[in-house]
């Protein structure tokens, strides 16, 4: 039986805030659903990235929020839909990219879990992402580096091999595999003196 006492009911409000202080205080954006994918709690990092305030609370998730896929642009369901349905933990699909109330656009990681109540169903869910945009740029620039290298490392008429720490072949150019008979798939991997 629960205590009605007014010490009790002040105990749970007291909880209820720390909890509700909890969520506010965590770096990456949280959002919380109820069982119907209703927005019913969004910290202020999901302010932020989303664009909306607490005038999201009422709202269907996917009117708050937009996730498509950064190279075909298609809209990518929220992990949200399946962490209800099936009741566990769901990741974002890679390359996402998070569209905001003014259009912004973010490349974002995420996760959605299923909120259960004490009999055990599924009550909501809670999702959590963060903005790794900063990340894409740099994993975007690296990949353009590294096209570069290779383009030039193509163009060489001299023989040219690059090697792993244990000397491992790990790549070769046009020059390499003219010069020697060989093929790209009987080079790469194998020790440099065989």
């Given at each position: 039986m629960t205590d009605p006492s007014a010490a009790n009911t002040d105990a749970i409000h007291k909880q209820r805030d720390?909890?509700?202080?909890?969520?506010?205080?965590?770096?990456?954006?949280?959002i919380t659903t109820d069982s119907e994918?209703?927005?019913?709690?969004?910290?202020?990092v999901a302010e932020s990235l989303t664009g909306w305030t607490q005038e999201a609370v009422g709202q269907p998730l996917n009117?708050?929020?937009?996730?498509?896929?950064?190279?075909?642009?298609?809209?990518?369901?929220f992990p949200t839909a399946e962490a209800l349905r099936q009741g566990h933990t769901v990741k974002l699909a890679s390359h996402s990219l998070?569209?905001?109330?003014d259009g912004t656009e973010r490349s974002i990681s995420d996760s959605a879990a299923p909120i259960t109540n004490e009999t055990g169903e599924v009550a909501g869910v809670v999702l959590v992402f963060r903005d790794i945009s900063p990340?894409?740029?740099?994993?975007?620039?690296?990949?353009?580096?590294?096209?570069?290298?290779?383009?030039i490392i193509s163009?060489?008429?001299?023989?040219?091999?690059?090697?792993d720490v244990e000397l491992r072949v790990k790549t070769a150019n046009r020059a390499f595999y003219d010069t020697f008979h060989v093929s790209k798939e009987e080079t790469e991997h194998c020790s440099v003196y065989d």
């Open positions: 720390w909890l509700l202080m909890t969520l506010s205080s965590i770096g990456d954006a949280v994918a209703r927005v019913t709690f969004l910290n202020s009117s708050v929020i937009r996730i498509i896929n950064e190279e075909s642009r298609e809209p990518v369901e998070l569209i905001a109330k990340r894409r740029e740099l994993e975007r620039a690296l990949a353009a580096s590294l096209a570069y290298a290779d383009d163009t060489l008429r001299e023989p040219f091999v690059v090697l």
